[in-house]
Nanobody, 115 residues
């Protein structure tokens, strides 16, 4: 089992940057696909970005060119660098780890972007 703890959220003005971190425990982290999801009030949770065990990544169209996902398997950590933030990026951001039938979630971190 992988336990995930997010950090780095907060309040930022539009155009600013934040870097989210996801600290993991467990033996399957390096083999897992790590995803960052977000859920805004009244909306469904959506995938923002993901990175597989080989380092390949993909992004939602809404964040392409602004967000960068990365991972450090030695530290059992994943990151989401968010630049040029917009008010519509406001949401709770969740870290997720998937490996075969395992599907683990963190508790989430709030990101609020003011206009």
């Amino acid at each position: 089992q992988v336990q995930l703890v997010e950090s780095g959220g907060g309040l930022v003005q539009a155009g600013g940057s934040l870097r989210l971190s996801c600290a993991a425990s467990g033996s399957t982290f390096s083999m897992s696909t790590i995803g960052w999801y977000r859920q805004a009030p009244g909306k469904q949770r959506e995938l923002v970005a993901s990175i597989n065990s080989g380092g390949g990544s993909n992004y939602a169209d809404s964040v392409k060119g602004r967000f960068t996902i990365s991972r450090d398997n030695a530290k059992k950590a994943a990151y989401l660098q968010m630049d040029s933030l917009k008010p519509e990026d406001t949401a709770v951001y969740y870290c997720n780890a998937k490996w075969y039938l395992r599907d683990d979630w963190g508790q989430g971190t709030q990101v609020t972007v003011s206009s």
